[in-house]
């Protein structure tokens, strides 16, 4: 315990380097927001002529607050039964507890410094520690909340919701890596890393998709040109993201798939079974994971608008489009299509959809998903195989390949004349148009190896000092006991 309170002082200390390094100023606060369009969250910076803030709508921050809590119930309980379904009954509790602790430890860490890095002006690679330890969120003496832009000039929530639902989003992140090194890390090496990789790679890549100066700054055009360059790197590419296929699913990916590369193979694995030990559970997860998913896409809206309306029937109709698509690829393959794989498929569909679902129209929506249900199940089956790592719950599989399939067919179906929403091309007038299919594409593959290298980086970084620090793996008899028992002293379900 001693040697992982050194570690996290040591990993804190070169953030505080890192930021320094990078030029950070404590700029102004701003107000952080998503755009529907833009699909990246936005920050209005007050100003001293600027009009008075108006006050948050009763119906979005209702709406704000029931997506929150759906996607809490992704995580706990949906994805921490769904994987814990999937691993072997002596592992159960080791996985349900990685979840849990995971996302409360994201949680905190978010409040104190992940949101302010994520969303207040810095630079295009990461912002400032101008909301460290949420400061200036809410005022007790005059009972005022700062206020966060929305899609709309003029519409604004509560910055301390938008920071939760935030917060909900940089949690599951982390809690999904969980599943690619499942049965065999150390528990506070699976922490120690979950802190760095956070730090390093999270808050820097939401940064640079999502973060931009808000609509309610463009007031003029002569400004337009100087916002556009505070804003997110990838923001200013110009590609679409509307509720983390790069910030969420790749990013996630990639980190699980040096992981498992990294700490080696189960002991045993490809010569004992190592069969899930509860289809049952991880159709419980599946179907949670669905239903708080709608939180977790029509959300990204931040208000209870058309676009929210859009976002969700795309997520429904998407992920019901590749779980069809996971049954008929296996009933081609094997002759029989498995509760698995409609459950994976789901998931798979809800990944792909992830980045396009406020961004494409409802045709291009189920086809997305329909083209994720095959990709998904070619990923945990050829491409597993090809890359010979024991990625243990597909998690490179499911949200590596759809999340990538998901970010680059929204550059083709953002375009109007393929039944999209298109994008907004002038934030002064509001105007939506739609970049040619070929140019959008492009900006969003460049998204994709951004993100697949940066993650690759700092997870194969962060992976190598913690095995320094603390060591990354159990032994191999703690591992043969199961991690209930070595790591937690628990049973899921009695000796």
Same mark, same amino acid.
């Given at each position: 315990?001693?040697?992982?309170?050194?570690?996290?002082?040591?990993?804190?200390?070169?953030?505080?380097?890192?930021?320094?390094?990078? /030029?950070?100023?404590?700029?102004?606060?701003? +107000?952080?927001?998503?755009?529907? !369009?833009?699909?990246?969250?936005?920050?209005? @910076?007050? *100003?001293? *002529?600027?009009?008075?803030?108006?006050?948050?709508?009763?119906?979005?921050?209702? %709406?704000?607050?029931?997506?929150?809590?759906?996607?809490?119930?992704?995580?706990?309980? /949906?994805?921490?039964?769904?994987?814990?379904?999937?691993?072997?009954?002596?592992? $159960?509790?080791?996985?349900?507890?990685?979840?849990?602790?995971?996302?409360? $430890?994201?949680?905190?860490? %978010?409040?104190?410094?992940?949101?302010?890095?994520?969303?207040?002006?810095?630079?295009?690679?990461?912002?400032?520690?101008?909301?460290?330890?949420?400061?200036?969120?809410?005022? @007790?003496?005059?009972?005022?909340?700062?206020? !966060?832009?929305?899609?709309?000039?003029?519409?604004?929530?509560?910055?301390?919701?938008?920071?939760?639902?935030?917060?909900?989003?940089?949690? #599951?992140?982390?809690?999904?890596?969980?599943?690619?090194?499942?049965?065999? #890390?150390?528990?506070?090496?699976?922490?120690?890393?979950?802190?760095?990789?956070?730090?390093?790679?999270?808050? @820097?890549?939401?940064?640079?998709?999502?973060?931009?100066? /808000?609509?309610?700054?463009?007031?003029?055009?002569?400004? +337009?040109?100087?916002?556009?360059?505070?804003?997110?790197? #990838?923001?200013?590419?110009?590609?679409?993201?509307?509720?983390?296929?790069?910030?969420?699913?790749?990013?996630?990916?990639?980190?699980?798939?040096?992981?498992?590369?990294?700490?080696?193979?189960?002991?045993?694995?490809?010569?004992?079974?190592?069969?899930?030990?509860?289809?049952?559970?991880?159709?419980?997860?599946?179907?949670?994971? %669905?239903?708080?998913?709608?939180?977790?896409?029509?959300?990204?809206?931040?208000?209870?608008?058309?676009?929210?309306?859009?976002?969700?029937?795309?997520?429904?109709?998407?992920?019901?489009?590749?779980?069809?698509?996971?049954?008929?690829?296996?009933?081609? $393959?094997?002759?029989?299509?498995?509760?698995?794989?409609?459950?994976?498929?789901?998931?798979?569909?809800?990944?792909?959809?992830?980045?396009?679902?406020?961004?494409?129209?409802?045709?291009?929506?189920?086809?997305?998903?329909?083209?994720?249900?095959?990709?998904?199940?070619?990923?945990?089956?050829?491409?597993?195989?090809?890359?010979?790592?024991?990625?243990?719950?597909?998690?490179?599989?499911?949200?590596?390949?759809?999340?990538?399939?998901?970010?680059?067919?929204?550059?083709?179906?953002?375009?109007?004349?393929?039944?999209? @929403?298109?994008?907004? !091309?002038?934030?002064?007038?509001? *105007?939506?148009?739609? $970049?040619?299919?070929?140019?959008?594409?492009?900006?969003?593959?460049?998204?994709?190896?951004?993100?697949?290298?940066?993650?690759?980086?700092?997870?194969?970084? +962060?992976?190598?000092?913690?095995?320094?620090? #603390?060591?990354?793996?159990?032994?191999?008899?703690?591992?043969?006991?199961?991690?209930?028992?070595?790591?937690?002293?628990?049973?899921?379900?009695?000796?």
């Amino acid at each position: 315990m001693k040697k992982l309170l050194l570690s996290l002082a040591i990993g804190w200390g070169l953030l505080l380097a890192g930021n320094a390094a990078f /030029g950070q100023d404590a700029a102004a606060a701003s +107000a952080p927001v998503a755009a529907a !369009s833009a699909a990246a969250e936005a920050v209005a @910076p007050a *100003t001293a *002529t600027a009009a008075p803030t108006p006050a948050p709508n009763k119906g979005d921050v209702a %709406w704000m607050i029931v997506a929150t809590a759906f996607v809490i119930m992704m995580s706990v309980p /949906g994805l921490a039964l769904f994987y814990g379904g999937l691993v072997r009954s002596k592992n $159960m509790l080791s996985v349900l507890m990685q979840v849990f602790v995971t996302f409360s $430890m994201i949680v905190v860490l %978010w409040c104190l410094y992940g949101y302010s890095l994520a969303f207040t002006e810095g630079n295009q690679y990461i912002g400032g520690f101008d909301r460290l330890f949420m400061k200036g969120m809410f005022d @007790p003496m005059k009972g005022e909340f700062a206020t !966060s832009a929305t899609f709309s000039k003029g519409v604004v929530i509560p910055e301390l919701l938008f920071m939760a639902f935030q917060a909900t989003f940089a949690a #599951i992140t982390c809690c999904l890596i969980v599943g690619a090194f499942a049965e065999r #890390i150390k528990f506070s090496a699976m922490l120690l890393f979950m802190a760095l990789w956070f730090t390093f790679s999270y808050a @820097p890549i939401a940064h640079m998709v999502w973060f931009w100066m /808000g609509p309610d700054a463009y007031a003029s055009k002569e400004l +337009a040109d100087g916002l556009n360059a505070k804003a997110g790197l #990838i923001w200013q590419w110009g590609a679409l993201d509307f509720a983390g296929g790069t910030v969420v699913h790749i990013n996630a990916a990639v980190a699980g798939l040096v992981g498992a590369f990294v700490i080696g193979k189960r002991t045993g694995y490809g010569r004992e079974p190592m069969a899930p030990h509860s289809l049952t559970l991880t159709m419980v997860g599946a179907s949670l994971l %669905w239903v708080g998913w709608f939180g977790f896409n029509a959300g990204s809206a931040l208000e209870a608008n058309g676009t929210a309306v859009l976002a969700f029937m795309n997520t429904f109709s998407a992920t019901a489009a590749a779980v069809l698509a996971w049954c008929l690829g296996e009933a081609l $393959m094997r002759g029989k299509a498995s509760m698995l794989g409609a459950a994976s498929g789901a998931v798979a569909g809800l990944v792909a959809i992830t980045p396009a679902c406020g961004n494409v129209g409802l045709m291009g929506a189920m086809v997305i998903g329909f083209v994720a249900g095959f990709a998904c199940l070619w990923g945990v089956n050829g491409l597993k195989k090809m890359l010979g790592a024991d990625d243990s719950l597909d998690v490179f599989g499911v949200h590596g390949v759809g999340g990538i399939v998901g970010a680059l067919l929204t550059g083709v179906f953002n375009s109007q004349a393929l039944g999209g @929403p298109g994008l907004v !091309s002038d934030w002064v007038s509001a *105007t939506v148009s739609s $970049m040619p299919v070929a140019d959008q594409v492009w900006i969003q593959l460049k998204a994709v190896l951004l993100t697949v290298v940066w993650s690759g980086v700092v997870s194969l970084v +962060a992976y190598k000092l913690v095995d320094m620090v #603390i060591g990354l793996r159990v032994s191999e008899e703690d591992e043969r006991e199961g991690l209930d028992i070595s790591s937690h002293g628990e049973t899921a379900y009695g000796r």
